[in-house]
């Protein structure tokens, strides 16, 4: 049976973008796949599952060599299990950058769009079978659009995002406003995790000059709750950093409903990327960056030392 999965530290469109290409490779295409993920959904991910009935796929604890696999939401080998290139990887759908270190055995698909979300290239892949989608698979496409796309206030938002959002939206009886609020309490109420958890909740290794970092980003509607435990945050960075085999962390703290980001600078190195990056003057132990919302557009592709 194909193993569909996305990234570790799973988010809504890693956790929802499995189960709906399980789904049509099941009931469509009539070849048994099953959704697996890489790690514990983080909260507004477990929000989606519940809010939709859908079972949480198990975490994948081991993959054999030559174990039939598609790959979503990520190309990236750094963020997949060590024995990727072992298995068969038979299709890749994302719409990140291609980051290349993967190794196939044969010819594959592949996938890559630059829209906001990978449900959102599913919706298109699937096209007119959409209409015999289950309300459960819509409804997870559309929360992997909202939180993606962070309900269209993201940078990375296409008008085909948007459209397919509103067409599901639309076919659901959902108001968008109503749900992605829901997504977004359930996603900013993090009290129950630890810091080490947090920081390590939505994170992508990054090199930047001769330093490797763990690019955290926490989003939120609740800033302030998160910035309340920065001690905490800075303690435990030199223990998350070591664990994944980087110089530091970087913890960008994503205000959703004012479009900017705050970056802790918890020493000289993260400060230095931080003036370099974003051409500013940094004086205390945070700096607030205005418009500042997607990693993928905004973050990693400028960082520079």
């Given at each position: 049976?194909?193993?569909?999965?996305?990234?570790?530290?799973?988010?809504?469109?890693?956790?929802?973008?499995?189960?709906?290409?399980?789904?049509?490779?099941?009931?469509?295409?009539?070849?048994?796949?099953?959704?697996?993920?890489?790690?514990?959904?983080?909260?507004?991910?477990?929000?989606?599952?519940?809010?939709?009935?859908?079972?949480?796929?198990?975490?994948?604890?081991?993959?054999?060599?030559?174990?039939?696999?598609?790959?979503?939401?990520?190309?990236?080998?750094?963020?997949?299990?060590?024995?990727?290139?072992?298995?068969?990887?038979?299709?890749?759908?994302?719409?990140?950058?291609?980051?290349?270190?993967?190794?196939?055995?044969?010819?594959?698909?592949?996938?890559?769009?630059?829209?906001?979300?990978?449900?959102?290239?599913?919706?298109?892949?699937?096209?007119?079978?959409?209409?015999?989608?289950?309300?459960?698979?819509?409804?997870?496409?559309?929360?992997?659009?909202?939180?993606?796309?962070?309900?269209?206030?993201?940078?990375?938002?296409?008008?085909?995002?948007?459209?397919?959002?509103?067409?599901?939206?639309?076919?659901?009886?959902?108001?968008?406003?109503?749900?992605?609020?829901?997504?977004?309490?359930?996603?900013?109420?993090?009290?129950?995790?630890?810091?080490?958890?947090?920081?390590?909740?939505?994170?992508?290794?990054?090199?930047?000059?001769?330093?490797?970092?763990?690019?955290?980003?926490?989003?939120?509607t609740s800033p302030a709750q998160i910035l309340s435990r920065k001690d905490e945050l800075v303690a435990a960075?030199?223990?998350?950093?070591?664990?994944?085999?980087?110089?530091?962390?970087?913890?960008?703290?994503?205000?959703?409903?004012?479009?900017?980001?705050?970056?802790?600078?918890?020493?000289?190195?993260?400060?230095?990327?931080?003036?370099?990056?974003?051409?500013?003057?940094?004086?205390?132990?945070?700096?607030?960056?205005?418009?500042?919302?997607?990693?993928?557009?905004?973050?990693?592709?400028?960082?520079?030392?």
């Amino acid at each position: 049976m194909i193993k569909v999965f996305g990234h570790f530290s799973p988010d809504t469109d890693s956790t929802g973008s499995p189960l709906i290409w399980a789904w049509y490779f099941s009931q469509i295409q009539q070849t048994p796949a099953e959704a697996v993920l890489l790690g514990t959904p983080n909260t507004e991910a477990a929000f989606v599952l519940r809010h939709w009935g859908v079972t949480q796929p198990e975490i994948l604890t081991d993959l054999p060599a030559g174990t039939p696999v598609v790959i979503v939401d990520t190309n990236n080998p750094a963020e997949l299990p060590d024995g990727i290139n072992d298995a068969d990887i038979q299709a890749i759908i994302d719409h990140h950058r291609l980051v290349g270190g993967l190794e196939t055995k044969g010819p594959i698909d592949i996938t890559i769009k630059p829209l906001a979300c990978t449900a959102t290239i599913m919706y298109e892949l699937i096209g007119n079978h959409m209409a015999q989608a289950p309300r459960e698979i819509k409804g997870l496409m559309l929360s992997c659009i909202l939180s993606d796309t962070l309900e269209f206030r993201s940078p990375t938002t296409t008008q085909t995002d948007r459209a397919v959002a509103h067409a599901l939206a639309d076919e659901l009886g959902v108001d968008l406003s109503d749900l992605a609020a829901q997504m977004f309490a359930a996603k900013s109420d993090v009290s129950a995790f630890s810091a080490a958890e947090l920081l390590m909740m939505d994170a992508k290794k990054c090199t930047v000059g001769d330093k490797t970092f763990r690019i955290s980003v926490l989003e939120t509607t609740s800033p302030a709750q998160i910035l309340s435990r920065k001690d905490e945050l800075v303690a435990a960075i030199p223990g998350v950093a070591a664990e994944d085999g980087a110089d530091d962390v970087m913890l960008f703290i994503v205000d959703i409903l004012n479009e900017e980001a705050t970056l802790v600078l918890q020493n000289d190195l993260v400060r230095q990327v931080a003036e370099a990056s974003f051409k500013l003057s940094a004086a205390g132990d945070t700096v607030t960056l205005p418009g500042v919302m997607s990693r993928k557009k905004q973050i990693i592709p400028v960082l520079s030392l």
